[in-house]
């Protein structure tokens, strides 16, 4: 049964996930060996098979072994998680989630990233957007 591929993970789904973005693939061994504070192996399968089933992952066969991969860029699924949070945090307000990033006491923006930041403004205004 596959659901929506943006839909809502738990904590620990989140982190087998942030496993399988930084490696590419892995397997279910090797999602336990790098999970903090790891649950048994039958527990990082079962959770491994509920994100398969919820679409965030697909797998191939590796002799006796399933190595799972993402089905979705770790950019697209970061952009709907952040779609999230600013529907839910920030009232669907852009502004209201950007200036709390840029307004944070330990936030420092190097002059690039203010020019890059810039000309975004710039171009979504030139769109209408």
Same mark, same amino acid.
């Given at each position: 049964?596959?659901?929506?591929?943006?839909?809502?993970?738990?904590?620990?789904?989140?982190?087998?996930?942030?496993?399988?973005?930084?490696?590419?693939?892995a397997s279910a061994q090797e999602v336990l060996e790098a999970l903090p504070s790891p649950p048994g192996y039958s527990a990082v399968r079962a959770l491994?098979?509920?994100? +398969?089933?919820?679409?965030?992952?697909?797998?191939?066969?590796?002799?006796?072994?399933?190595?799972?991969?993402?089905?979705?860029?770790? +950019?697209?699924?970061?952009?709907?998680?952040?779609?999230?949070?600013?529907?839910?945090?920030? +009232?669907?307000?852009?502004?209201?989630?950007?200036?709390?990033?840029?307004?944070?006491?330990?936030?420092?923006?190097?002059?690039?990233?203010?020019?890059?930041?810039?000309?975004?403004?710039?171009?979504?205004?030139?769109?209408?957007?």
């Amino acid at each position: 049964m596959k659901h929506d591929s943006h839909a809502h993970l738990s904590r620990r789904e989140r982190q087998i996930m942030d496993v399988i973005y930084q490696r590419g693939e892995a397997s279910a061994q090797e999602v336990l060996e790098a999970l903090p504070s790891p649950p048994g192996y039958s527990a990082v399968r079962a959770l491994l098979r509920i994100l +398969e089933e919820k679409g965030h992952l697909k797998h191939r066969e590796d002799g006796p072994k399933y190595i799972f991969l993402p089905t979705h860029a770790r +950019e697209n699924a970061g952009l709907a998680a952040l779609q999230r949070v600013v529907q839910t945090f920030y +009232e669907g307000s852009v502004s209201k989630a950007v200036a709390a990033l840029v307004e944070g006491k330990d936030t420092r923006l190097p002059e690039e990233e203010v020019k890059r930041l810039r000309a975004l403004v710039r171009q979504t205004r030139s769109e209408g957007r």
